[in-house]
């Protein structure tokens, strides 16, 4: 088993600090995810994401949201950086498809580019990713409100996107 959330003891008392995942999709219940993370799995693992129709799929009274989509990927300059901050996003590739996502820490972006849209729950930034990753079809990348990210970064590709939101606050 894995635990991503690392502790912190700062002067102040303690901080949890929750990191990035990159990894399989089968992997992913190996994690020690609390929360609404378990529900998020179950569904991902009960369900035949490729043969789904695209849809938006809302579970538990919105508290965690399904997006299935057939998805064009884009040019890096057509991508912006985004944050949330009451949801963690789990970005799934499937069918072929490989993604490069930018990432950067939420506290590190300071050109807003859209401000917070609470319905929405999405800052959107100008500021540059720090680094990338390349999410390969089968795999998901796990996105926490402190991780800024640049998702859809792949030219000339179509292929099966699944996007789960999962309230963490």
């Keep these: ?27 992913l219940e190996d994690y020690e995810l609390g929360g609404l993370f378990p529900r ?7 369900n035949d994401l490729i043969s789904l129709p695209p849809c938006k799929i809302k579970l ?3 508290d965690l949201v399904v997006n299935i989509q057939d998805f064009d990927g884009k040019e890096e300059k057509d991508c912006r950086m985004e944050t949330h901050r009451d ?16 990432w950067k820490s939420a506290d590190d972006c ?13 800052e959107f930034y100008n500021d540059k ?19 800024a990210h640049q998702p859809g970064i792949a030219p ?11 309230k963490v606050r």
């Design 156 to 166: 000339n590709q179509h292929y099966r996107k699944i996007i789960v939101k999962v």
């Design 1 to 27: 088993m894995y635990n991503v959330r690392t502790t912190f003891y700062t002067q102040t008392g303690t901080q949890n600090l929750y990191i990035m995942i990159l990894d399989k999709l089968e992997n």
């Design 87 to 102: 949801f963690a996003d789990i970005q799934i590739v499937l069918g072929g498809g490989e993604e490069r996502m930018g």
């Design 60 to 62: 538990l009274g919105g």
């Design 129 to 147: 990713a720090d680094s990338f990753v390349t999410v390969r079809s089968g795999q998901a990348a796990i996105f926490f409100p402190t991780d």
């Design 40 to 46: 998020a799995i179950e569904f991902l693992r009960d």
């Design 110 to 122: 300071k050109d807003i580019l859209v401000p917070y849209n609470e319905d929405k729950d999405v």
